[in-house]
């Protein structure tokens, strides 16, 4: 078949066709489309080179062979679902599309999958990993910490149905019986390297004191099994949790000659979990025979030493007791043996001096000065008589003149006379013919009752002007009763 021109709907084209052009986008697109249409899914075998991981979250990357090279592009969507984590010289099979990018005329594959190509290609990038850890100083020694001799809280992050926590948990009880907390994770898998970092950051945000108690010291643990197995134990995030926790960690991952990245940034590596809990907890007996060693050795240097006080203080020839106390004993003695007699004679004394003194003594002494003051008080009492009458003559006199003044404030007093009080609608006193109005009703109190009125007409000019008169003057403060 001889070479044809085709257009870009796939007819043949003569040079002296008079098909219309297109544009050198309408061409890109269309080669973009043919790509993808052809090569939808693709599964390609290369060594990474030139990895960029871009602040958007996009991985940029070559994928090359000795004697090819295509560019490749991982989303930042499907970057942390990768199984491996994209670096310079990794080797890995990859699954993808075929794009074209028509800015640049190129055409790349842009990456769904990517996994290493081998145990080898693992390796290597974990010990990649490992040097840029280590020249961090993620796994210095001085930034380990010691584990607590007596824990009473252990926290255990491993899977709840493994014969690893029947070991754990057996071995704890017998050596050292104590509260186990049990956080249940995965350990084999994508997640399992997500599930422990969580575990690790919730041990460590219990507060000390809270509902659940905070452990003591954490032991990750996970039983035996190749290296695809254990890599989730490599994962660079989780060895960062395990080096910034808070309480001790002790690795405990695989069997004896499996070695992890948590191995190293842990604050202890234990060789099995059954080691770890051996590693974590003290021998109850041990330690309850140390401490009646200690108590028979404190008793036994106890006894040495006042031995030993002993045998000074008689090596001294100190004088005995009894030496010390006789000559005061006898003192003791001797002034006892006069204190009776010492007694007598000074009673016998006092008692001749108070005879002495008690002779002139007689009961007149007593009864003339009580005559003296009896008459006295009652030469006072006749004159004060006279003045107290009088003074009581002018108080009763006072109170007589009061009660008439208090009499004459009386408001009824004036209502026996003939007068009576006018109270307006609101029950208040009316003092004044001008606070009336025609048709208001009033009350009216005289002396022996009360009556209801109506004011009816108005007061005539000549009385309204003409002042009312007054035959004498109210007391002060009585004021007009009308």
């Not at 017998?174 to 509260?179: D, N, V």
């Not at 009896?374 to 009458?389: E, V, Y």
């Not at 009556?451 to 002060?476: E, N, Q």
Request: glycine share 8%; hydrophobic share 40%; charged share 25%.
């Amino acid at each position: 078949m001889s070479e044809t021109d085709f257009d870009l709907d796939g007819q043949p084209a003569g040079a002296d066709s008079n098909a219309p052009a297109y544009s050198v986008s309408e061409l890109a697109f269309a080669l973009k489309r043919t790509l993808e249409d052809a090569y939808g899914f693709v599964r390609l075998r290369a060594e990474l080179s030139k990895v960029t991981h871009h602040a958007n979250g996009h991985v940029y990357l070559t994928l090359k062979d000795d004697k090819a090279s295509l560019d490749g592009v991982v989303w930042k969507g499907q970057v942390s679902r990768l199984s491996v984590r994209p670096e310079h010289g990794l080797e890995v099979v990859v699954t993808g599309r075929i794009t074209t990018y028509p800015a640049g005329s190129r055409y790349q594959i842009v990456i769904d999958s990517m996994e290493a190509a081998g145990v080898g290609a693992l390796l290597a990038q974990l010990e990649r990993l490992k040097a840029r850890l280590t020249a961090e100083g993620l796994f210095d020694s001085a930034r380990k910490r010691s584990l607590p001799p007596s824990p009473a809280v252990i926290g255990v992050i491993t899977s709840p149905t493994g014969a690893v926590i029947r070991d754990i948990l057996h071995r704890v009880r017998e050596r050292w019986p104590c509260r186990v907390l049990v956080w249940p994770v995965v350990v084999q898998g994508d997640q399992a390297g997500a599930a422990v970092t969580a575990a690790i950051a919730g041990f460590n945000a219990l507060m000390p004191g809270g509902a659940v108690p905070r452990p003591d010291v954490l032991i990750v643990a996970r039983g035996g099994g190749s290296v695809e197995d254990l890599w989730p134990f490599n994962d660079e995030g989780l060895a960062r949790a395990v080096a910034a926790s808070a309480i001790p960690l002790i690795s405990a991952v695989g069997h004896e000659t499996d070695t992890t990245l948590i191995d190293f940034a842990s604050d202890c590596r234990a060789p099995t979990p059954t080691a770890a809990a051996e590693i974590a907890t003290p021998v109850l007996a041990e330690l309850r025979g140390a401490v009646l060693d200690f108590e028979r050795r404190m008793l036994r240097a106890g006894q040495r030493l006042i031995d030993d006080r002993r045998l000074r203080m008689n090596g001294a020839r100190l004088p005995r007791k009894e030496d010390l106390t006789a000559i005061p004993s006898q003192r003791l003695d001797h002034a006892s043996s006069r204190l009776a007699g010492g007694l007598r004679r000074n009673v016998d004394l006092h008692a001749n001096d108070l005879a002495r003194v008690a002779s002139p003594l007689k009961p007149g002494l007593l009864h003339r000065p009580q005559q003296v003051n009896a008459l006295r008080l009652n030469d006072i009492a006749a004159r004060a008589r006279p003045a107290l009458d009088r003074r009581l003559s002018r108080w009763a006199e006072q109170l007589t003149a009061l009660d008439k003044l208090r009499q004459s404030y009386n408001p009824d007093g004036p209502l026996a006379r003939g007068f009576a009080r006018i109270h307006g609608a609101n029950g208040h006193l009316v003092r004044s013919a001008s606070a009336l109005q025609s048709g208001d009703s009033v009350q009216l109190v005289f002396a022996d009752g009360e009556r209801g009125a109506v004011i009816d007409g108005d007061a005539p000019a000549a009385a309204a002007k003409s002042p009312r008169p007054r035959t004498s003057a109210p007391p002060p403060g009585q004021g007009d009763l009308f």
